[in-house]
């Protein structure tokens, strides 16, 4: 999945919350109220105008942070499990209407987390540009003609989500009937960097060398394909969100591929490029950022716009609160190899990051999607210590 100029400047687009919590968050210890006690109250977390999550980006003041996680619904699951066995094929599952509504709920209807997420794909919208691919089971995405020449780029046309993806926008509305504002009901797309790589390399890539090759010795090619992307992907965010979607996250999983100064070029301006279009049209709509391993990218990762920053666990996150500044929240950035350990141990983990991150512009999640093999009770202890937790 996930699924890119000169120096840039803070824009001028601010959220509420930023207005909100130029103080900082504050670093009062979290508490624990018993876990019958949050799982009772989890199903009014949220208000009948705003879900919790919501809440919590916008810098409002709120008892505890939301929590959700990233590949929540998956593989880990026996009901995902059961449903392939029907469904082998992904896109078979990922683009019919009433499996994606299934699956996004089935984390929804076990675990009550505060955020629901719909069941797709970051490469969804490549047949609607014109760039056939498929999800190959044990090798992963797969685009049949990689895009290398400024011929096959031009081939390459804007993305019309109406047209080529109803599901998504029948399956959002679905959801926002289904889970009404108990939670949020999550969109997502591919940012512009990391959809190029997967086109250009042909799918997932080591060592990432045929898309640098196009970067570096032909720029203006590469240039012209992540503007394509670009215009489409703030198309697909406005897509969702006009059909239910509550808050968008942002994949840019392989920007970290890139260095600092190849990131402000190819990837940063296109970023801030959406989150601008986007924010024209619809300035209420929090928008999230996650790319994996962006210690190094760490500040310049706000000056795209967005609202929340998804940390990975790589990155300490009282360090990573410093570095972003106060005035955007975060979300994250518990080791998903922690759900592995003993519930002692992840209670631990989960505390240690909340509280670090403060009680004001937090979404506790992951630092990266929940890895196959997860024990479901597990992922079930989580959702209850976090819910458990109190300001």
């Not at 990155?315 to 994250?332: F, P, T, W």
Request: net charge neutral; with cysteine.
């Amino acid at each position: 999945m996930a699924t890119a100029c000169p120096p840039l400047s803070l824009p001028s687009t601010t959220s509420l919350l930023r207005r909100s919590a130029r103080a900082g968050p504050s670093r009062r210890p979290v508490r624990c109220s018993a876990v019958g006690e949050a799982v009772a109250e989890a199903a009014v977390a949220g208000t009948a105008d705003e879900p919790l999550l919501v809440s919590a980006i916008r810098g409002k003041k709120v008892d505890r942070p939301p929590v959700w996680l990233m590949r929540q619904a998956g593989r880990y699951m026996k009901s995902y499990q059961n449903l392939c066995e029907r469904y082998p094929l992904f896109r078979e599952r990922s683009e019919n209407v009433d499996l994606v509504v299934e699956i996004s709920l089935q984390p929804w209807k076990v675990f009550k987390p505060d955020g629901v997420i719909l069941f797709s794909d970051i490469l969804t919208p490549l047949p609607g540009m014109n760039i056939p691919f498929d999800i190959v089971k044990g090798k992963g995405p797969v685009i049949y003609d990689p895009l290398r020449t400024a011929a096959a780029v031009n081939e390459v046309r804007e993305f019309v989500p109406g047209e080529w993806v109803p599901y998504v926008g029948q399956a959002l509305n679905i959801l926002r009937q289904e889970v009404k504002n108990e939670a949020a009901v999550l969109g997502f797309v591919g940012a512009p960097f990391t959809l190029a790589s997967y086109c250009v390399e042909g799918g997932s890539s080591k060592n990432f060398s045929k898309i640098k090759k196009m970067a570096f010795a032909e720029p203006e090619i590469l240039h012209t394909l992540l503007q394509k992307f670009t215009t489409s992907m703030a198309n697909y965010i406005k897509y969702q969100a006009d059909n239910g979607a509550q808050a968008v996250q942002i994949f840019d999983s392989w920007a970290t591929e890139l260095s600092p100064v190849d990131f402000e070029e190819f990837s940063l301006p296109y970023l801030k490029q959406i989150v601008d279009s986007v924010k024209e049209t619809h300035p209420d709509l929090p928008l999230i950022l996650y790319a994996s391993g962006s210690g190094g990218l760490l500040e310049r990762l706000p000056l795209t716009g967005v609202d929340v920053v998804s940390l990975d666990w790589t990155v300490d996150m009282a360090e990573g609160r410093k570095r972003l500044g106060s005035n955007i929240a975060v979300q994250g950035n518990v080791d998903p190899g922690v759900l592995f350990g003993s519930k002692e141990f992840i209670t631990k983990r989960i505390h240690d990051t909340v509280q670090k991150a403060g009680n004001e512009g937090h979404v506790l999640n992951l630092g990266h999607g929940i890895k196959v093999g997860t024990p479901e009770e597990n992922v079930a202890h989580f959702f209850e210590v976090a819910k458990a937790i109190r300001y």
